[in-house]
């Protein structure tokens, strides 16, 4: 594959092939057609699918969304701040990956009008074969569980204290349920909110944002609502977890402080496991890294995190922002004990 012979070209919404692109084995929820609707709603943004050709031959696809930061046309496959984690390329297995990066830039430069980009795509190497020409590589770090292994399996390479939290779980009576979309977002975002109001603080997002995901992604099958009640019938605990293809995501999770004892959250991720695992789930990406994941037996791994600029000075002024956001945040928010910590993972928040 000669990248110079890779034509990148736009495709009106309307004529997008949905079929076609949704039957590729590297499809995630974060590139159909009701996730972008929710990316367009959420950030008021301008979605792109682009067909990918090799010396006129098409060999795949690329989905994004425009929007306008401080004057700023910024095309995010995705963007920080989105709650979402991964977007880039649907190709074939033969098809090298990084080869497509530099047209696709110049495609966003040129036909699109844009003034930066940032890829994070999950199966693009995580070391590049050449540095990026005029760009930045960062390293996004999640954490997974391969659902690959039996449910015992699973089970067994938690830590003990995280499987006496489970079993103490069930033992107190709670249950698990499969929810329904009415009224899931105002439950989530009220224990999300208590969370934050502890330290007399607010989510760093409105209720909007849980309600237009469920509202565009629940009907499509990929977006499991889980909610935790105690043994009399209480809502102690809320989960939302995508998934498509191969791979499922946490994508946040909250509960009531007063119930924490009965340990929801540990069972709430237990069942999400297994239900994306008995409908083929092969991993399972815990959205973002932390170290208490790592109790319930995740590895930790890290993707490509791409950012290009058409103007150089723009790379270094986004990553000062970017430190100046986290020192803020760290200034104003005192760290949660995990117990205690309502998360969307860290690719949703910042």
């Known amino acids: 594959m000669n990248a110079a012979m890779i034509t990148v ?50 060999v795949g696809y690329f989905t994004g969304v425009i929007v306008r930061k401080m004057g700023l046309r910024i095309l995010g496959s995705p963007f920080r701040g989105w709650g979402t984690p991964y977007l880039g390329f649907n190709v074939a297995e033969s098809v090298e990956r990084h080869r497509l990066i530099e047209p696709l830039v110049e495609f966003a430069f040129r036909s699109l009008g844009c003034h930066f980009v ?68 105002e439950d989530y975002y009220a224990q999300l909110e208590e969370v934050f109001a502890k330290n007399g603080r607010s989510p760093p997002y409105g209720i909007d944002r849980p309600a237009k995901l469920i509202e565009c992604v629940h009907p499509t099958g990929d977006l499991l609502l889980l909610r935790a009640r105690s043994a009399n019938g209480d809502n102690i605990a809320t989960g939302i977890f995508p998934g498509r293809g191969s791979v499922a995501y946490f994508w946040g999770g909250a509960s009531w402080r007063q119930h924490q004892h009965l340990r929801p959250n540990e069972l709430l991720m237990w069942a999400a496991f297994r239900y994306w695992k008995a409908r083929g789930i092969t991993s399972f990406d815990m959205g973002g890294f932390a170290k208490y994941k790592q109790k319930f037996g995740a590895r930790r791994v890290s993707y490509q995190h791409l ?27 005192p760290r949660l004990p995990v117990e205690t910590t309502a998360s969307q993972g860290r690719s949703a928040i910042l």
């Not at 390293?139 to 499987?163: G, H, Y």
């Not at 058409?310 to 790379?315: D, E, T, V």
């Not at 430190?323 to 928010?333: D, E, F, G, K």
Request: hydrophobic share 40%; glycine share 6%; proline share 6%.
């Open 307 to 333: 950012v290009h600029s058409r103007y150089g000075l723009l790379i270094p002024l986004r990553d000062a922002a970017q430190r100046a956001w986290h020192l803020r945040w760290s200034l104003r928010t």
């Open 118 to 185: 940032e890829i994070v795509d999950r199966g693009m190497p995580c070391i590049l074969p050449k540095p990026l020409r005029g760009g930045a590589e960062r390293a996004f770090e999640t954490m997974e569980i391969d659902l690959r292994q039996s449910e015992d399996a699973i089970f067994a390479a938690m830590e003990s204290a995280c499987r006496r939290c489970i079993r103490k779980a069930e033992k107190s009576g709670v249950t698990i349920e499969e929810a329904r979309a009415e009224g899931f977002a």
């Open 9 to 58: 070209s736009r495709i009106p919404l309307n004529e997008v092939p949905w079929h076609a692109l949704d039957a590729y084995q590297d499809r995630s929820p974060f590139q159909t057609r009701a996730w972008l609707e929710y990316l367009t709603r959420s950030q008021r943004g301008e979605p792109v699918v682009a067909s990918i050709a090799d010396a006129g031959r098409p």
